[in-house]
């Protein structure tokens, strides 16, 4: 008899089944009820902070990057991604971001600083990947988000 192995996701693998974006109750299921809230509290936030201002926009990157969230204008403002038990958002800053970091640099938690320390710089800017865990990660996105693009109204 042949043996099959069966493949089972492991922690920060992306969804990559190429059919259509995923939905909520998917979304749910792979990055887990913690991360699921972390989504929709983050998304309902920048919903409130920016109305009207971005349309979400599903990206498929492939089977290796799957697919992302990216709310975008002109310029990006964070892409979400969607792991398995695990969410991340990425935060491209460019050279105006990278200098008010730098200005408030004592101010940002230490693991904040280490990541973007950490974080690879290309031409359009630092690509800082923010894995979102717990409230004070969720809360270091939030103000990264603020500090690149202040809110369109005094919420």
Known sequence: MRETTLSLPQIGDRMSERAAPPLDVALREWIGPAGFARWSELRAWIDEFYPG???????YGGKNRGWTLRYKKTKALTTLVPEFRRLSAIVVMGRAERERFEER??????????????????VDGKWLTLPVS???????VKDLLLMKRPPVSNV
């Open 53 to 59: 201002v971005f349309v979400p926009d599903w990206l």
């Open 105 to 122: 640099r004592y101010a940002w938690r230490p693991e904040l600083v280490t990541l973007y320390d950490n974080a690879r710089t290309y």
């Open 134 to 140: 717990d409230g004070s990660d969720l809360q270091d």
